[in-house]
């Protein structure tokens, strides 16, 4: 292995240090990471060699001539507004050192990306890791202006939903995360919903956010359901209850039946998907799944 090179004078905690945007990569491909900045920004790739660009969506490329670890150091940091990388290589960095102006925060790959929810730059709006991230933190705590929350990998990630940002729209969450709470108190926004891991959420799926079109939801729920008017174009719904006896055979029926009395296009994943522990449907949904399935929906029951 390569020990990590350093860019210039960065200790001390002097200004320096506090503009310096430090990624460790164990490099053994191409890495490609896109930035928006407002000002020139440069990068040290941690072999000797540097670039510097300005400007809406630039890409930074580096091939590393001998595979091995390196620190990738952005100086200045506070002029970056977008980070996005998707390269498949190992990253680490705590999300605390993730630059101030940041809105725009995508990584994908094979990070190890950690730190508190808590502690990400205040005017994220799209934030999206998957990975082996260790993020943490109670979503009450994630940045209020947040819309786009997509987070992946070993994350730890707890709270009640109710405490969510207001402003949500997509909300997927995955990995080892506690959160709970009743859908009811969902941000009232959402329009995407997954969340699967170690979650317990509660309460009737008909109260969930009015303009849901995608719900998937597995863990440790035990979520119920009565009645309610679906969007009329609607794209995917998967329930996995916890154990059995929750989300009933009459339940399974009712709501293949209110789907089949809303919606009117089906569109992008198509499928309705209630197995697992939901009760089998009757011959009460018949005539439902029929006009579901005419429309383009898969439907899975048991």
């Given at each position: 292995m390569i020990g990590f090179k350093r860019f210039g004078s960065t200790g001390g905690g002097g200004e320096v240090s506090r503009q310096v945007f430090t990624i460790y990569t164990t490099a053994a491909a191409a890495i490609d990471i896109l930035l928006s900045t407002i000002a020139p920004v440069r990068v040290n790739w941690g072999d000797g060699t540097t670039?510097?660009?300005?400007?809406?969506?630039?890409?930074?490329?580096?091939?590393?001539?001998?595979?091995?670890?390196?620190?990738?150091?952005?100086?200045?940091?506070?002029?970056?507004?977008?980070?996005?990388?998707?390269?498949?290589v190992f990253f680490h960095f705590d999300i605390a050192n993730a630059p101030a102006g940041i809105t725009y925060f995508l990584i994908t790959g094979q990070n190890t990306v950690s730190g508190d929810i808590a502690n990400a730059p205040a005017g994220i709006t799209y934030f999206l890791i998957t990975g082996q991230n260790t993020v943490s933190g109670d979503i009450a705590n994630a940045p209020a202006g947040i819309t786009y929350f997509s987070i992946a990998g070993q994350n730890t990630v707890s709270g009640d939903i109710a405490n969510a940002p207001a402003g949500i729209t997509v909300f997927y969450i995955?990995?080892?995360?506690?959160?709970?709470?009743?859908?009811?108190?969902?941000?009232?926004?959402?329009?995407?919903?997954?969340?699967?891991?170690?979650?317990?959420?509660?309460?009737?799926?008909?109260?969930?956010?009015?303009?849901?079109?995608?719900?998937?939801?597995?863990?440790?729920?035990?979520?119920?359901?009565?009645?309610?008017?679906?969007?009329?174009?609607?794209?995917?719904f998967y329930l996995r209850p916890a154990n059995t006896g929750i989300f009933t055979t009459a339940m399974v029926d009712k709501f293949l039946i209110d789907m089949a009395a809303s919606i009117t296009t089906a569109s992008n994943e198509k499928a309705i998907d209630l197995r697992g522990n939901c009760g089998a449907r009757t011959a009460a949904s018949d005539t439902a799944v029929i006009y579901l399935q005419g429309i383009g929906f898969t439907v899975y029951t048991n």
């Open positions: 670039e510097e660009k300005n400007g809406t969506d630039q890409t930074y490329s580096k091939t590393y001539a001998v595979a091995g670890d390196y620190a990738i150091q952005f100086l200045k940091k506070s002029d970056i507004t977008k980070l996005q990388c998707t390269s498949n995955t990995g080892q995360n506690t959160v709970s709470g009743d859908i009811a108190n969902a941000p009232a926004g959402i329009t995407y919903f997954l969340i699967t891991g170690q979650n317990t959420v509660s309460g009737d799926i008909a109260n969930a956010p009015a303009g849901i079109t995608f719900f998937n939801i597995q863990g440790q729920n035990t979520v119920t359901y009565t009645t309610r008017t679906w969007p009329s174009v609607f794209s995917y």
